[in-house]
């Protein structure tokens, strides 16, 4: 998101119900979707190797499990996935430093590196170039602070654009949910970057 889009999240909320449009075959599909997917799951994940993991990972098994389904059916159902193995990856590195503790080897988050989507090319101003940039890297840090349900419909809905049925179905949850995560998310980033306003 640029610094524009940030100080627009209410009017973001509201044009995010206009529909992608439906891809014919599933590679269509699945390249529509890898890049989104990817920034989600780097996002989320932290590590853009293990982002990369957890996108190819849905991907082969939309495509194992799925390919016959109906194309509308398509991206809650890769989103489900690919949430769920985020998951598992989130609750493994968790394990994993519970016993790096114990050796003196716990990996810290401190000093992680921005998101991968680039900002946009502004021209000559190197000014706008460094807020735009700076913009990213607040709004970045914002939603990784988001909890991790709030964070998930906050990126499918936004970043995504999913409907609230898709994204609830993608969630594993309610309509209600979707929406009271949504807005206690908004409330956050609101707060959170309100000097950007």
Known sequence: MTAVAVA???????AQDVARPVCATIEAFLASVERRAWRIAEIALRDPDEALDAVQ???LRLVRHYSHKPAEEWPPLF??????????LQRRRTVRNRVLVWTGHAVTDEGEELPAWEAPDL??????????????AAMSK???ALPRRQQQAFMLRTLEGLDVADTAK????SEGSVKTHLSRAMDALRTQLEDWR
């Open 123 to 136: 021209g000559p101003d190197p000014a706008r170039a460094l807020a735009s940039r700076q913009a990213h």
């Open 79 to 88: 989103f489900g996935i690919l949430r769920r193995r985020i998951t598992d």
């Open 142 to 144: 914002a939603i990784r």
């Open 170 to 173: 993608a969630m594993g949850c």
């Open 57 to 59: 990972d849905a991907m």
């Open 8 to 14: 627009e999240l209410p009017s973001v909320v509201l």
